[in-house]
Every structure is written in structure tokens, then in C-alpha cells.
């Protein structure tokens, strides 16, 4: 049975790196050459199954992915106004510009009048702006879950950037159930039409939501009132980017939900109560245990008491493991069957993925049965020896104190096996280990486990004021304990940081932790360590000398772009702003590098003070040293002033950095005198080159930039690879301007169905017409260029299909 549920997972795990999915036919062929394999084939039992088990693997997930895909918005209908019926299907998300929620669709009415209504997908991700696209006063619900509402919409299909080592938002909504994306328009038709649905879902999403009002409004104004709902009803999305950089270079993220642990320790401690309970009949003399056992019962309401915490968790994967454990165990007491605990693993195992087979691309899966494998691995089969303290002490007390000294020394080595265990998958999925992760972790479990979830659990359910003084003490502990997280991850040596490992390297990093945890007697198990130093001390990569890669991002509307030399790095620009607290610094430059175990950049230069283009420069400067940076913004801009260097850029700078040229061509010293131009008028323009191979970055000049420069600077302008000015508004790319540039390759950063009808079809058809090859990132994600004897250009969506992309 192992071995099969193991061939199941990897059978799913499989299909969630194809680019197509196979057809109904072949899924029944793949069915049947599972049952011939069970059937059939005589001996090599565990490779039978195994191999049966990757086949019905990948042919459950292939049929779930083809039920998930199936609803789906028509392109026709993107865009338009859509009145729909529903409920409200999360809990609603409030931020400085209006609210976030899912909605369940019950009716459809087509804006237009038109006689078919359109065909909606049952579940959508909607936004309701209090003001949008600089439209203030637009009136925003006041949505709850469960209501019934009426809501005038624009949907588009899913849709999210795709760039190397960044978050799919694509397959996220694909798990979610969530097939169409919008916003609410502002519309007298808009209002509730119940206040409350009653179903289960609507239900649990409603009690999610009392609570979570509950600790907000005892905790109302505190810093770490967002750690406290998470905690109760995992709910994270109100806790500061800044709080969870401390949570992760202390390795205490984990710990910031609910967890397998606290959902562990709260059915444990509701077991205990429902024995004891029922041994005494609570208090009658209706002699309960002779009807059913108190184990029985235990069993019963400690995994009552899980589900209904893994409910309110939102049931994400670490707390699925967990309930589904426990459930086996529980099952296993009911039938009188006990099986050993890599039973139950592999059971739980095999439940979260037949129930969501994405699970696989959630780094919480790999973390929480990795953990728990590493746990068995190190334990399983080992004889503990007892202190003979504890088979001699002459007292109750001090048999206690034994046994309490004895705990605690296995606690430790779970810890120590959890924490260096999971080193290799850790910088798989990170490119990062806390070195200070096991003495924030000594701590910060039994705080946050035994005395802030339990404060903060029975203060969100008892009434008030007695709730008010739990959340506060709990909030006042985890207040005390950042703090010290705070202290302990700011040293420069709390994190190590290397490039995400290849397989080659990650798999001698397994073997290495294999043999350090091998059990006592195994020869020289420190050795052990001496296979995570390739992996640990990998630099990133680089291109030759004489040579160049520029990454593209895919960043929606806005430009970002890296550039690399042979020891140097450049970013030009770091795309837009999408929230408070989002931009293209921190969603998609830093995870890229850092996955690339990039911790520091030569220059950056900001090309001017848009925000599709400047966004996310503060993000950058704050997580990493920028050694300069060039830019047209004013000398008391916020980036400006956070610089550890900073100049204008002007017209003739130039540079070379390891046999390579780079060249300012615009704007020009007089420019800033000229208070009239706009900030695209003063964009940076870049010229890269290297040999006869050259990159243009042209920023958003316009028409009249692109003049002055054929006027001024005709010779810097041809090159290889463009990326278009403005990207590809109908104020640039003069048909002047290309005759001189004369790229073979055009690439144009715009937003998928952006508001400014990016890149305009008669400058898209220009360039076409002028033999120009053209990539547009919301189509083919993040490009990387390469430019060497040849230039190489690889699109992120083409290179790295799946099956979700464009579906």
C-alpha cells in the first residue's frame, strides 16, 4: 500500500510540470494499464504497485484538472458589464483602497441586455474599489460571508505574471476553484439581498468572521493584532511584509498559522478533557464507560475538535496532514486495527493529494511531510535507552521530574532532526537557512503553542470583557516575542543565502543529511555535513566575459529589467506599484534574486518617477545593497534620498563593465531645467552593448525624444533588441525611429488587457510590417536575452509550459 500511495504522489507530481493534458481516451487507456499492472503482472509486487500507483496518479489529476478547467469565461466576454447574484464565498479582505473576496454565482444578467446571458464560472476573485483608476467616491459594501448580493462586475479570465522563481498565480486560482477575476463597477444596482445564506460553508465562513471581528476589535491599533487571527482563524493577510521578513530569517514562519502543531496540541487537550470526562460519567452515575471506552471517545472528540480547527485554518495543506493523521489513528482505535505511523503518513499522504492534487506545488506540502518523514526516519526502529534516574526514583516527584527531563531531551532531538533535516529542501524552496532558526524556534514553539494559541483560542470564544484581557496577554507575549526575533535575525550572519541548488546538488545535500542522521554507530556521521557545501557555497551564475544577459520581467504594466555582465548587476527600473504594500520590488525582482543567490546589485537606474516604472525601487533598496544609482528623479525624491549613492542621468555617461559598453543616451543636462517636460520626456535611455550586439532600452520616450535623438545620436541607436518605447503607446515608435534602431527583436512590457490598450495595434503592426520579431510579456512572461556571438531569447511561458497557461 506504501508504495503505491508514493507512485500516486509522484504520479501527480508529474502532471503538474506537463504542458498539455492528456485526452479522456488516453486517460482510460493509462486506467486500464493500472488495473492490468494490479491484476496481471506476476512478482516485483512493490514496483507493481508502485508503477500502478503513478499511472492512477496521474490520471486522477488529469481528471481533476479537466473538471477545474472546464468553466471558463469566453474571451468575448472580458470586459464587459455582467450582473450577477451570489454569495459572498471568504472573508473579506479590507485595504486602503477598498475590499477583496471570492463570490459564489448563483445568476447571471448581461449588462448589455443582450438576449443570452453569458456563461460565468461558479466561483470569482472580485475587488471593490473605493476609488479606481483615480475615480474617488465610487461606494463600497459593506460585505460579509454568507450574504446574498447583486453586483454589476467586469471579469477577465486568470490571468498572473510568469517569471523564474515567482509566485503562479495562474494555478493558485486554478486550486481555489476560481475560473474569472474582477472588479465591481459602480452601479445603482449593486445591494445585499440577504443578509444571510445558511449553509455549511456560508456557516463556518461566517463563524471565521466573528472571530476574526472579535480579536480585531480587542486588539484594535496593536501591531501584531494580524498574528492573532492568523493564529485563530488563519487568516495572514493582515500581517506587515516587515513582520514577515523577522518570521523568516528566524525560521519561525512556520509557526505564524495554524499549524500541524497547535491543531495537535488543542485535540490532545480536548481528548484528555472527553476521557476524563467520560471515565467519570461526567458526574453521574450513568456509568458511560461500560456503553463505549473512554479511548473511543477521546479519538471521537479529539478529531471533532481538529476538524473543526482545521475549518477555521481555511483547511490549507499543513493543517489537511494533520487532520487526516489523526483521523487514521482515529479509525485504526475504532476498528481495533493499530497500524504503524508510516501507515498513517502514507494514509494522510495519499488523502490531501486525492482531495487537491495542486497540493504539490505548495511549498507547505513538501516542508510538513518532509518534517514528518525526517521525524520517522530518525526514530522509527531506534532503541531509546531510559535514565535509570527514572526507573529508580524513590518518589512520585521525582519519577515526574525524570520523565519531564526525559521529554525534554526528546524534544530537543526532534528539533535538532527537523531543523537539519530540512537544510537541503529549505535552500530548494528558499535559497536561504536560518542559522538561528533552532534557538528562535526553542523558544518560540512552546510560546506561541502553549500559552499564545490557547490565550488567544479562548479569548476569541469567551465572552467579553474576559476575552478582551486573553487577546491582549497574548498579543503582549507575541509582541515580546518578536522583539526578540527582531534582535536575534538582525545579525549578518542569522542567514545563509546560495542559489536554489540543482538537482545534481540538492540530491548529494539529501544523501549528506541521510548519513548525518543515520543512527548512533554509523561511521563518521558528520561527514555528513560535507555534503550541503556545494550547495551552500554555490555562487550564482554568470555570463563570459564579453557577454550579456538581460532579463526582461514580466511585471504586468511597467518595466523591470536585469542586467548581467560577467561580475556585475544592473537593474534598469523595478516596475509598478500594485498595492501599500505590493510592487514589482518585492514581488517579483527579490524573489528572483534571491532564488538566484543574487545579494547585491552594482547600480540601479530609474528611469523616471512613474510608478509603473518606479514602484518598486524602495523595496529593492530596502532588501539589498545598491551600490549606485542613476536616475531623471528630483533630488528630494524618497528613492533619491534612500540611495547610498546617487546621480542624474545625462546624455554621454558611459561605463564598461567587464568588456562591456554601456551608454547613456537621454535626457539631456538641459532637460532639467525645463519645468514643462513630463517624466517620460526625462527618461533614462540605456544602450547596451557588447561586439556588433546591442540592447536599446528606450523607457517611455515619446515621439519628440525619439527626434531629438535621430537628430542627436543617430549612431548609438541601431541594435539588436529593442524594448519599446512606451510600451507601444501610439505617441512612439516613429516609423523614423525603427528605420534607425533596426532591431531583429521588439519586446514590450505591458500588462495583460491593461487600461491603456498597451501595445496600440497600429504600433504593434508597425513593427510588424518593418520585419521586426516581436514577444509581449503578458503573452510569453519574462524574456531572457542573451547576447554573445548569437543572441539567444527565451520566453518564461514557452520554455516552462503548463497546462494552465491561457486557460
Known amino acids: 500500500m506504501r508504495c503505491a500511495i508514493l507512485g500516486f504522489a509522484a504520479g501527480v507530481a508529474w502532471l503538474q510540470r506537463c504542458a498539455s493534458l492528456p485526452a479522456p481516451a488516453t486517460l482510460i487507456a493509462l486506467a486500464l494499464a493500472a488495473l492490468v499492472l494490479l491484476l496481471a503482472w506476476r512478482g516485483l509486487a512493490r514496483a507493481r504497485a508502485a508503477l500502478a500507483g503513478a499511472l492512477l496518479g496521474l490520471c486522477w489529476a488529469a481528471l481533476l484538472a479537466h473538471a477545474a478547467l472546464a468553466p471558463q ?153 494580524g498574528v492573532i487571527v492568523a493564529l485563530v482563524v488563519g ?173 525534554g531531551v526528546q524534544a530537543l532531538r526532534t528539533q535538532y532532526v527537523v531543523t537539519v533535516g530540512l537544510v537541503p529542501l529549505t535552500l530548494l524552496l528558499f535559497a536561504q537557512v536560518s542559522l538561528v532558526s533552532p534557538l528562535a524556534n526553542a523558544l518560540a514553539i512552546p510560546v506561541i503553542s502553549f500559552a499564545v494559541t490557547p490565550l488567544a483560542l479562548a479569548g476569541s470564544l469567551l465572552p467579553a470583557p474576559l476575552s478582551d484581557y486573553l487577546l491582549i496577554a497574548a498579543h503582549a507575549l507575541v509582541q515580546g516575542l518578536a522583539a526578540w526575533l527582531d534582535w536575534l535575525g538582525s545579525g549578518a550572519l542569522a542567514v545563509v543565502s546560495a542559489p536554489a541548488p540543482t538537482p545534481v546538488l540538492f540530491a548529494f545535500a539529501l544523501l549528506g543529511t541521510a548519513w548525518l542522521l543515520a543512527p548512533r554507530g554509523w561511521p563518521l556521521r558528520a561527514a555528513g555535513l560535507a555534503a550541503w557545501l556545494p550547495a551552500l557555497t554555490a555562487l550564482p551564475v554568470s555570463p563570459a566575459p564579453g557577454t550579456f544577459t538581460a532579463t526582461v520581467f514580466d511585471v504586468g504594466q511597467g518595466m523591470a529589467v536585469l542586467i548581467e555582465t560577467a561580475s556585475h548587476r544592473l537593474l534598469v527600473d523595478a516596475g509598478p506599484q500594485y498595492s501599500v504594500d505590493g510592487n514589482g520590488g518585492n514581488r517579483v525582482i527579490h524573489p528572483y534574486l534571491k532564488a538566484r543567490g543574487i545579494g547585491r546589485l552594482d547600480a540601479m537606474v530609474i528611469s523616471h518617477s512613474d510608478a509603473d516604472h518606479a514602484g518598486g525601487a524602495l523595496s529593492v533598496l530596502a532588501s539589498l545593497p545598491v551600490d549606485q544609482l542613476w536616475s531623471s528623479l528630483e533630488a528630494r525624491h524618497p528613492i533619491v534620498r534612500a540611495a547610498r549613492a546617487a546621480l542624474p542621468c545625462t546624455a554621454g555617461q558611459h561605463w564598461r563593465w567587464d568588456g562591456v559598453q554601456f551608454d547613456m543616451l537621454q535626457p539631456t543636462a538641459a532637460s532639467y531645467a525645463d519645468a514643462s517636460l513630463k517624466p517620460n520626456a526625462r527618461s533614462c535611455t540605456l544602450r547596451i552593448s557588447t561586439g556588433s550586439r546591442t540592447l536599446l532600452a528606450a523607457a517611455d520616450i515619446e515621439a519628440a525624444q525619439e527626434a531629438q535623438l535621430l ?80 543572441i539567444e531569447a527565451e520566453a518564461y511561458r514557452h520554455s516552462h509550459p503548463r497546462y494552465w497557461y491561457g486557460r
Open 235 to 407: 487568516d495572514q493577510r493582515a500581517i506587515e511584509q516587515d513582520d514577515w521578513q523577522v518570521f523568516s530569517r528566524t525560521g519561525v514562519s512556520h509557526l505564524i498559522s495554524i499549524s500541524g502543531l497547535h491543531i495537535t496540541m488543542v485535540a490532545g487537550m480536548v481528548a484528555m478533557l472527553a476521557s476524563a470526562l467520560w471515565r467519570r460519567s461526567f458526574f453521574t452515575r450513568a456509568q458511560l464507560p461500560l456503553l463505549l471506552p473512554a479511548q473511543k471517545v477521546a479519538a471521537l472528540a479529539g478529531t471533532a475538535s481538529a476538524l473543526l480547527y482545521v475549518l477555521l485554518a481555511g483547511f490549507g495543506v499543513p493543517a489537511q496532514r494533520t487532520l487526516y493523521m489523526l483521523s487514521v489513528l482515529a479509525l485504526a482505535l475504532w476498528s481495533g486495527r493499530l497500524t504503524s505511523i508510516s501507515h498513517v503518513l502514507c494514509a494522510a499522504l495519499g488523502l490531501v493529494l486525492l482531495l487537491d492534487p495542486w497540493a504539490v506545488l505548495a511549498p507547505g506540502f513538501w516542508l510538513s511531510f518532509g518534517a514528518v518523514g525526517l521525524i520517522l526516519y530518525a526514530s522509527v526502529g531506534r532503541t531509546q535507552l531510559r535514565s535509570p534516574r527514572a526507573r529508580t526514583a524513590p518518589t512520585r516527584l521525582g519519577r515526574l521530574r525524570a520523565a519531564l527531563a526525559s521529554s
Open 711 to 790: 537628430g542627436r545620436d543617430i549612431a548609438h541607436l541601431p541594435a539588436d533588441v529593442l524594448l519599446a518605447p512606451h510600451h507601444g503607446s501610439g505617441t512612439s515608435s516613429t516609423t523614423a525611429f525603427l528605420a534607425a534602431v533596426r532591431p531583429s527583436l521588439a519586446i514590450f512590457q505591458v500588462g495583460y488587457r491593461n487600461r491603456y490598450r498597451h501595445p496600440k495595434q497600429e504600433v504593434w503592426q508597425r513593427y510588424g510590417d518593418a520585419g521586426i520579431a516581436r514577444l509581449r510579456t503578458d503573452e510569453s512572461g519574462a524574456v531572457t536575452v542573451h547576447f554573445g556571438p548569437q
Open 73 to 225: 469565461l469566453a474571451a468575448d466576454d472580458e470586459g464587459r458589464d455582467i450582473t450577477v447574484v451570489g454569495t459572498i464565498d471568504s472573508l473579506p479582505y479590507r485595504f486602503e483602497q477598498g475590499v477583496r473576496f471570492h463570490f459564489r454565482v448563483e445568476q447571471v444578467h448581461d449588462g448589455a441586455r443582450s438576449q443570452v446571458a453569458p456563461r460565468v464560472p461558479p466561483r470569482l476573485a472580485l475587488s471593490w474599489y473605493a476609488g479606481f483608476m483615480g475615480k474617488p467616491g465610487v461606494p463600497v459594501g459593506d460585505v460579509q460571508p454568507g450574504a446574498r448580493w447583486q453586483l454589476t462586475v467586469r471579469l477577465q479570465r486568470p490571468h498572473g505574471s510568469a517569471n523564474p522563481h515567482g509566485f503562479d498565480y495562474e494555478v493558485w486560482l486554478l486550486e481555489q476553484g476560481l475560473r474569472a477575476t474582477g472588479y465591481v463597477r459602480a452601479d445603482s444596482g449593486n445591494r445585499r439581498l440577504d443578509a444571510f445564506v445558511a449553509t455549511p460553508s456560508n456557516l463556518v465562513g461566517h463563524g471565521r468572521a466573528v472571530l476574526r471581528a472579535r480579536i480585531e476589535r480587542a486588539l484594535a491599533g496593536r501591531p501584531y493584532a
